[in-house]
C-alpha cells in the first residue's frame, strides 16, 4: 500500500525483505537496488515521523557533506519538562563538546542527582537535555557495513538501532534544533493527533 500511494504522487519507491531487524537494514538494501555510490549521502525520514521540518533534513545531510570524515548524522531538539524526559517514547541523546552522541537512551538522561526528580508539570533547565528524532544522514557506504553487523548489546536492552554504531567506537554527528518536537507517531494518541493536524490543513486549503 505505502509503495503504491508513494508511486502514485511521483515518486521512486522499492520494497525490501520484511526480515530486517531495522530501518537502516532496510536502507542498505535500498542502497544495493538502487545501485548508490560509496559516498553517496543517504538520508532516512522514518515513516513515524509524518511532521518532520524539511530544514532537519537538509541539516542532517549538510552535516555529511560539510565533513568527509563523517559517515552518520541525525537531529534532536530541546526536552523541555519533566513528563516528556520521563517517557520512554521520547528518546533522549546526550552530547561531548563537539556535537557528537555521547549515548541514546529511553530513560531520563543526564540525570540531575541534586534537582531530580521533578514534579509532573516541572520545566527543565534549558539546554542540556535533547530530545533525538527519527531522522538520519548517511554515507551509503557506511550502511553496506552496518548491515553486515550483528545486533548489538545495548542496541537489544534499548531497542535503539543507533547504538549498533556507538558500540563500534563510531561518531554520529548530532544537528540540534531550538524548535518545538515535531509529533511523532508512537502511539494510538499520537496517531489521533497527527490525523487531526493533518485534516485541519486539508479543510483550510480546501
Known amino acids: ?18 526480515r530486517h531487524s531495522c530501518g537502516s537494514e532496510r536502507l542498505a538494501e535500498a542502497v544495493e537496488i538502487l545501485g548508490l555510490g560509496e559516498e553517496e549521502i543517504v538520508v532516512n525520514l ?27 548524522a541525525t537531529a534532536a531538539v ?12 521520547a528518546v533522549k541523546v546526550v552530547l561531548d563538546a563537539a556535537g557528537h552522541a555521547l549515548y541514546f537512551s529511553r530513560a531520563p538522561i543526564p540525570w540531575d542527582r541534586d534537582r531530580y526528580p521533578l514534579a509532573a508539570d516541572a ?3 534549558p539546554g542540556r537535555h535533547w530530545r533525538h528524532l527519527g531522522l538520519y544522514a548517511y554515507r551509503a557506504g557506511f550502511l553496506r557495513d552496518y548491515a553486515r553487523w550483528p545486533r548489538s548489546p545495548l ?30 507517531v508512537d502511539t494510538p494518541g499520537d496517531l489521533a493527533r497527527v490525523r487531526a493536524i493533518f485534516s485541519h490543513h486539508e479543510e483550510c486549503s480546501a
Request: net charge negative.
Open 1 to 18: 500500500e505505502i509503495l503504491a500511494t508513494v508511486r502514485a504522487h511521483g515518486g521512486e519507491a522499492v520494497q525490501t525483505d520484511a
Open 46 to 72: 522514518q515513516g513515524d515521523e509524518p511532521q518532520m521540518p524539511a530544514s532537519l533534513l537538509q541539516s542532517v545531510a549538510a552535516a555529511l557533506a560539510a565533513d568527509p570524515q563523517l559517515s552518520v
Open 78 to 89: 530541546p526536552l523541555r519538562n519533566w513528563a516528556e524526559l520521563c517517557d520512554p517514547h
Open 123 to 125: 520545566v527543565l533547565a
Open 155 to 184: 542496541e537489544e536492552l534499548e531497542s535503539l538501532e543507533q547504538l549498533r554504531i556507538l558500540e563500534r567506537g563510531l561518531p554520529i554527528r548530532v544537528c540540534c534544533a531550538e524548535i518545538e518536537a515535531p509529533i511523532g
